[in-house]
């Protein structure tokens, strides 16, 4: 029987996933394949080191390039993360004439085009299901579910941590650091969680739907992103006031000249279905031109999750050499992508919530409308209340009608010099959904 030899670069959370989903499933993966997947060789930076599963320690070693050069490895399954040493990694196992599966969308995000490059000139495929959306198979459904149509839309809850802190924020009333310790000590977020709260790891994933869905080269410096630590209790009672739930969505829309991407802290309706999404599940929801609106759910992270996406890809390669075919679909375009302009922030044109920590006194109100409308920034609701404590400054709460970005940014600047600003603005932008 045909067997199908694995290296895998990592064995951390996923990568024990991996090796326990492919024992436990064994026999069901041989039926579907009739062929054998076998694990051939591991590459771990402390081969003694304590795994959460058993491996057989001859098939451990040191040295990645044991496992790129292994000519009994059919298959190279990166799980290290980062961009470095990973993309030398990548690159070498590709060199080498090896598929790859990745769950590595940082290394997606800066260096994609460059590994789909390699891929064409050595006839091989990169597989990445697991770097967006954990085990919801979305990559395959936006690859080849969608192939026939053309997505204008993606928009999605993609970090889990995030999305876990800002639903017991919501539903608590709790402040962000007593959640962040929480969603630490459950294992939901790193001891270092900037990547996860400050919005970094949700424009990756934003950059490799981007590059999918719109079929154009992606610069990711240009990819606009905020997190969610400057939010507090006051801004999710004021959400809750005016019908909205705060949600980091990772934005994408395809402009046709231009496409528009960013990540940051969103009001969006209470009635819409992303709304609804909480915990640590992610959702990406998509707006095609055949098929409309779509929307893919499940658990977003964790190793089994990202293990079965990681497995599925695999399987899929192992088709491929079993039927003796290059791999046709993860790489695609063949053709050489364009790079069309991102739009910058300041071209956005939307809602705002504003919340001002001002002092207390007469004609503040006025100061602050009188600025907002010499950048043309129309007011549709206020909410003023006057100082509970002393010891902090009064709010004054504005929604504004669409307006851009830039004229906002330059309005804020004004009203930050005032005398009457005690405090930095706070701005949430605000989803308007589709009918």
Sequence with gaps: MRVIGLGLLGLGNVGAGVVKLLADNAAAIEARLGARVEVRRIAVQQAEKRRLVEVDKKLVTTRARD??????????????????????????????????VTANKALLAYHGDELLAACAENNVEIYYEASVGGGIPLI????????????????????????????????????????????????????DPTLDVGGGDAAHKLA??????????????????????????RDFAYAERFGYTIKLLAIGKDHGDSIELRVHPTMVPKRWLLASVGGVFNAVYVNSQALG????????????????????DVIEIARTLLAGAPGTRASVPRAKRPERRIRDIGELESRYYLR????????????????????????????????????????????????????????????????????????????????
Excluded: W
């Design 293 to 312: 609106q779509s929307m893919y759910y499940g658990r977003g992270a964790g190793m089994m999750p990202t293990a079965v996406a990681v497995v599925s």
């Design 140 to 191: 395959r459904a936006l690859r080849e579910g969608l192939a026939s149509d053309r997505i204008d839309e993606v928009i999605g809850i993609v970090n889990g941590t995030s999305n876990f802190i800002l639903t017991q924020m919501t539903e608590q009333g709790r402040d962000f650091n007593e959640v962040l310790a929480e969603a630490q000590k459950a294992g939901y977020a790193e001891a």
């Design 208 to 233: 490799v739907l981007a590059a999918l869905c719109f079929g154009t080269k992606i610069d990711f410096t240009k990819v606009f992103f905020e997190g969610i630590d400057k939010l507090t209790q």
């Design 356 to 435: 001002f920590g001002v002092e207390d006194r007469p004609g503040v109100l006025a100061q602050l409308a009188g600025i907002l409308g010499d950048h043309d920034i129309s007011i549709a609701e206020v909410v003023q209340e006057g100082r509970r404590d002393p010891q902090r400054p009064a709010s004054v709460v504005i929604v504004t009608h669409r307006a851009r970005e830039s004229n906002v940014q330059a309005a804020l600047a004004a009203i930050g010099k005032l005398p009457a600003a005690s405090e930095p603005t706070q701005l949430v932008r605000i989803y308007e959904t589709r009918p």
């Design 67 to 100: 496992v790129i050069d292994d000519p009994s490895v059919d298959v190279v399954i990166e799980l290290i993360g980062g961009t470095e040493p990973a993309r030398e990694y990548v690159l070498g196992a590709i060199a080498k004439g090896k598929h790859v």
